[in-house]
Nanobody
Framework: QVQPVESGGGLVQAGGSLRLSCASS????????IGWFRQAPGKEREFVAA????????FYADSVKGRFTISRDNAKSTVWLQMNSLKPEDTAVYYC????????????????WGQGTQVTVSS
């Protein structure tokens, strides 16, 4: 399965934590930028975080800086998004995507998308 597969979503209270996982069987997974995006009801999909192949370049949306951490293990073809201090406004479907390019914060530059995992933060 080429498309990434997300897991780890769920329901959590405000202030809690979740860790999302993104696994892929892309043959050259290690060469791809992997990004996390989210889409809340009635809103456009927005960038959350991205990491390059080596982990040396990491990007975060301002809204999650200091609370979310993205990491990857190429040997396991897996990327994680650790989400701490969650807020109700973090509620959304979270998507993992892969890009063989150099525009990590641009949604349209990602070629492969997962089906998404729901994250709900209650107040």
């Amino acid at each position: 399965q080429v498309q990434p597969v997300e897991s780890g979503g769920g329901l959590v209270q405000a202030g809690g934590s979740l860790r999302l996982s993104c696994a892929s069987s892309l043959r050259t997974f290690s060469r791809y930028y992997i990004g996390w995006f989210r889409q809340a009801p009635g809103k456009e999909r927005e960038f959350v975080a991205a990491i390059n192949w080596s982990g040396s370049s990491i990007f975060y949306a301002d809204s999650v800086k200091g609370r979310f951490t993205i990491s990857r293990d190429n040997a396991k073809s897996t990327v994680w998004l650790q989400m701490n201090s969650l807020k109700p406004e973090d509620t959304a479907v979270y998507y993992c995507a892969a890009q063989y390019g150099s525009s990590p914060t641009t949604t349209s530059e990602y070629q492969y998308w997962g089906q998404g995992t729901q994250v709900t933060v209650s107040s």
